[in-house]
T-cell receptor
Framework: AQKVTQAQTEISVVEKEDVTLDCVYE???????LFWYKQPPSGELVFLIR??????QNEISGRYSWNFQKSTSSFNFTITASQVVDSAVYFC???????????????FGAGTQVVVTP | DGGITQSPKYLFRKEGQNVTLSCEQN?????MYWYRQDPGQGLRLIYY???????QKGDIAEGYSVSREKKESFPLTVTSAQKNPTAFYLC????????????FGPGTRLTVL
């Protein structure tokens, strides 16, 4: 069975500090996809980044960066120079390969609340 | 603009009443999903549908029912059999592309009094 663990319940930082969110996953599949979503107070989930299991290259996109380590089953996410607008709940999610039984279903972690104060 | 619409944003019902939550998308996506979110928890899958007239149970389908008569629409009915229906409900859709992200609607917050 798939499982996603976000051990950090809440992280509070002062604006301009960096924030790193941890995500550890479990899966028996060799091909899978990992996602980070942001949920602002309005409630709608916003897609941030995606990584497939064959691509361990870590990237930076603006103020966002991620560190995917297959050896430790981790997919950590960093916000650099945080801003008040980054305050939200962040979810890590895992998806297996599309089949007739599990077409793109997402397994979510419990989420990490990020609070950025001025 | 393309997107997913969920209505209403807030819904109040008396205990024992069935209630239907609307989800409409104009993204031409084949797959649609319903998730439930409780305070401080992640999203849990209720039902999903890959094509019209076909749907599958997710992890917490008991007390819920769905239909998929049109590609654009995937309504969720919360029945009186659902023991604790008060929650935030999110609808999502995605095209049949491996690894593609799911697009989410704004959600419906259901409160059963």
């Amino acid at each position: 069975a798939q499982k996603v663990t976000q051990a950090q319940t809440e992280i509070s930082v002062v604006e301009k500090e960096d924030v790193t969110l941890d995500c550890v996953y479990e899966t028996r599949d060799t091909t899978y996809y990992l996602f980070w979503y942001k949920q602002p107070p309005s409630g709608e989930l916003v897609f941030l980044i995606r990584r497939n299991s064959f691509d361990e290259q870590n990237e930076i996109s603006g103020r966002y960066s991620w560190n995917f380590q297959k050896s430790t089953s981790s997919f950590n996410f960093t916000i650099t120079a945080s801003q008040v607008v980054d305050s939200a709940v962040y979810f890590c999610a895992l998806s297996d390969v599309m089949t007739t039984d599990s077409w793109g279903k997402l397994q979510f972690g419990a989420g990490t609340q990020v609070v950025v104060t001025p | 603009d393309g997107g997913i619409t969920q209505s209403p944003k807030y819904l109040f019902r008396k205990e024992g009443q069935n209630v239907t939550l609307s989800c409409e998308q104009n993204l031409n996506h084949d797959a649609m999903y319903w998730y439930r979110q409780d305070p401080g928890q992640g999203l849990r899958l209720i039902y999903y549908s890959q094509i019209v007239n076909d749907f599958q149970k997710g992890d917490i389908a008991e007390g819920y029912s769905v239909s998929r008569e049109k590609k654009e629409s995937f309504p969720l009915t919360v029945t009186s059999a659902q023991k604790n229906p008060t929650a935030f409900y999110l609808c999502a859709s995605t095209p049949p592309i491996p690894g593609n992200e799911q697009f989410f609607g704004p959600g419906t917050r259901l409160t059963v009094l």
